[in-house]
């Protein structure tokens, strides 16, 4: 099962930052937090990941809690192109380092 | 640079028929994983390879799958004798290194659709 839990689906007005939680309460001290993005008919596109501290790319930042125990994917200015199903994964950094996925938020921007 | 790329993208074929799927991961990659994502529904993990070995195959959904890998690069999936339930996208993905926190890299992946 998936260490992770997402809301089913989000909307976002378009030029908003569009704020996306996960909680994974029970994130060992050795996994990190991966933010991936699946738009339709494509691959899995990685976003960003972090060990403990707060992250931040060129396409978005996470902030992740003192306890580890969530994590929020910020997207500071949504664009239509930023419609997909994003998946939050926390994986070991060792052993067979696989992913779990679950089943994402879908996030819909709206012009 | 190149991304993982995998082939074919699309196949149709009948219930009964074998099939082979090849990915190639981006070069210098060690460990390559293959995932299979049913329709509406996330990925699920089915084999990782670290350079040509395979320490995990504990997805492997039954012994009509197999994989493997050659050269640390190229590898193929292949199904035997398949059957409607393994309609799905079969997605590969590579990472640069073992350990540590090196993020896997995904491919569009192969539409497999039995009839």
């Known amino acids: 099962d998936a260490k992770t839990t997402q809301p089913t689906s989000m909307d976002c007005a378009e030029g908003r930052a569009a704020n996306l939680p996960c909680n994974h309460s029970t994130i060992s001290g050795n996994e990190y937090v991966y933010w991936y993005r699946q738009i339709h008919s494509q691959g899995p596109q990685y976003i960003i990941h972090?060990?403990?501290n707060n992250e931040t790319n060129e396409m978005a930042s996470l902030i992740i809690t003192e306890d580890r125990k969530s994590s929020t994917l910020i997207l500071p200015h949504a664009t239509l192109r930023d419609t997909a199903v994003y998946y939050c994964i926390v994986s070991r950094s060792s052993g067979t380092y696989k992913y779990i996925f679950g089943t994402g938020t879908r996030l819909k921007v709206l012009a | 640079g190149a991304g993982v790329s995998q082939s074919p993208s699309n196949k149709v074929t009948e219930k009964g028929k074998d099939v082979e799927l090849r990915c190639d991961p981006i070069?210098?990659?060690?460990?390559l994983y293959w995932y299979r994502q049913r329709l509406g529904q996330g990925l699920e993990f089915l084999i990782y390879f670290q350079g040509n070995s395979a320490p995990d195959k504990s997805g492997l959904p039954s012994d009509r799958f197999s994989a493997e890998r050659t050269g640390e690069s190229v590898s193929t999936l292949t199904i035997q004798r398949t059957q409607q339930e393994d309609s799905a996208v079969y997605l590969c993905?590579?990472?640069?290194?073992?350990?540590?926190?090196?993020?896997?890299?995904f491919g569009d992946g192969t539409r497999l659709s039995i009839l």
């Open positions: 070069s210098g990659h060690t460990a």
């Open positions: 972090g060990l403990k």
């Open positions: 993905a590579s990472s640069s290194a073992q350990g540590g926190n090196q993020p896997q890299h």
